[in-house]
Structures are given as C-alpha cells and as structure tokens.
C-alpha cells in the first residue's frame, strides 16, 4: 500500500485490494515474499487474523484503516522487518516479543536448540535436573525454547543490554517459563558453579562486513548483537575460555556459526580441552551449530 491517496470519487478501497496492491508495491521494491508481507501487514494493520482477512475481502476500507495500512507499508518499503514491525516472532513454535533492543530470532538459530536437545537425547539426559546458560540471551529464545523441552531444566541467560534482559524477562512470562533468570554481565563473568549446557548465538559478523548486510539486519538489528570484532571470532574466544571452568564433566557447549567458522571455532574449543563434534547445518545446508564436549 503507497502512501499516496487514491482520488475520492474512485470506488472505495476495499480490504483484499488493499493487500493485492501492497503485495505488488513489495514486489516491485525487490522484498521477497511480498504476499506473505502484504498479508501480515495488513491483518496486523486492521487487527484481524487470516480467516477475517479472508472472509471480510470485499468489506471496504475506511479512512483511519486506510491510513493504518499506509503506516506500516512505508516502513516495511524502508525495508524495517516484519517481525518488527508487528512486534512479534515465532521461534521454535512459540510467539516471542522483540524490540529494537534485541536481534530478531531467526529459523537458522534453531539449529542450536535441535543440536542441544540431540545431545541430550543421545546421552539419555533429556529427563534430567540440567543447569543451562545461554550467553547473550537477546529476546531469551533458545533458552526458553529449550526450556519448553526440558520440563525438569533450570536457566540463565546473560546480557549486556539492560532492554534486552527486560524483553527476555517479559518473554519468560509471556510464555509461563519460570524456571528461567536473566542476568546482567559480559559472557559469564558473573558465574561460579557448574553448568550442563551452555548455548550462545553470539555476535559473529566481521566488523568489516557489518555495511555490507542486508538493510533490514543492517539498519535495525543493533550493532552490538551483529559486530563478532575483525575476524569474527571474538565471543567465540571468550566462551572457549570461559566454559571449561563452568561446565560439569561430561557438560557441552553449543554455539551458532557464521558462514566458514566451523573450523576457527572447533579450533579454539580444541584448544581448551574440549571435544568438538561435526557441526550440524541448518535447513540451507550451511554449518550451523557446533557441539563441543568437556571429558566425562
């Protein structure tokens, strides 16, 4: 939907051609999936679920929902996030709110919950009273999602953002988690004691890279969450030196993966006496997650 108005003596503007002619205005500005877009933007705009859209099609629009239209249209052709812009996302088939203060979860960090609960699978753990850190925490998604899973696990998850503890918090009762903390620190440098799982979907991108990504991760996703420092691998160095000393014999750490980082990361856990494992790639074939051990 433009934000230009159409002349009053044309027909009034009615709910399915207002999605039709959004739809063709993502297409032509090069976003991908625009039906998909034009059809959340606007049951997001006029309040209404997929079955209302659907059935109130030819209901004409009035004024104040044309404009509600037009509002979230311009910011998705600026080419802000849907998720962002309806202040939700799904992640693990669970609804998590997100701001601005946080990364958007993405289907690729799934990996990371998958690899996880494989692993305890395997090491028939699954049942168990596990402690489970997840490091920079973000919205909480892959911890609270792992939650959902392990109804016998204990969390914490850490962050620098103060906002982005608020929103994991948020979320945790959102979702009725309360066996979930959130703790403001670098890394884990507020811990002592011993952890089953550590998990982290750490910021991984070049510093030099950052301008060069996709303007709806550039321009909205904050930089502190993106910037992995010059070669990418500065939080993957900090966990390898943390974890060690954190994990319980037989304990692992799961990690997200940028695009050729599988051997740099499986390099630095080796070198502090873990076992890597196979990474194990998300649904595009890509290197996803890393899965490295401490020795029984």
Request: hydrophobic share 50%; proline share 7%.
């Amino acid at each position: 939907m433009s934000v230009s108005v159409r002349d009053s003596l044309a027909p009034p503007l009615t709910i399915g051609e207002a999605r039709r002619e959004l739809a063709q205005q993502l297409q032509v500005a090069g976003i991908p999936l625009p039906d998909l877009d034009a059809r959340i933007l606007v049951g997001h705009a006029l309040a209404l679920d997929h079955a209302a859209l659907a059935t109130g099609a030819s209901r004409p629009l009035q004024v104040a929902e044309k404009q509600a239209i037009a509002a979230v249209a311009q910011r998705r052709l600026a080419h802000e996030p849907v998720a962002r812009i309806i202040g939700e996302k799904e992640f693990w088939s669970l609804r998590f709110l997100i701001d601005r203060t946080t990364l958007v979860p993405r289907p690729e960090t799934e990996t990371v919950v998958e690899a996880s609960l494989r692993m305890l699978n395997d090491a028939k753990r699954r049942g168990q009273t596990l402690r489970i850190a997840d490091v920079g925490t973000g919205s909480g998604a892959i911890l609270l999602a792992l939650l959902s899973e392990l109804p016998a696990a204990f969390g914490v998850g850490t962050d620098i953002s103060p906002g982005a503890l608020r929103l994991a918090r948020a979320n945790a009762r959102r979702l009725g988690i309360g066996r979930a903390g959130f703790v403001a620190c670098d890394i884990l440098a507020a811990f002592r004691g011993a952890f089953d799982l550590i998990v982290s979907n750490p910021p991984y991108v070049c510093t030099s890279d950052i301008a060069a990504l996709m303007p709806e991760v550039r321009n909205f996703d904050p930089v502190t969450a993106l910037d992995g420092g010059v070669d990418g691998l500065t939080f993957y160095r900090a966990i390898a030196a943390a974890a060690p000393g954190l994990l319980q014999a037989g304990g692992t750490v799961v990690v997200e993966l940028g695009a050729g980082q599988a051997q740099p990361v499986a390099d630095l856990f080796s070198a502090v006496g873990l076992a890597p494992l196979p990474p194990n790639p998300d649904l595009s074939g890509v290197p996803r997650a890393l899965v490295a051990r401490k020795a029984q």
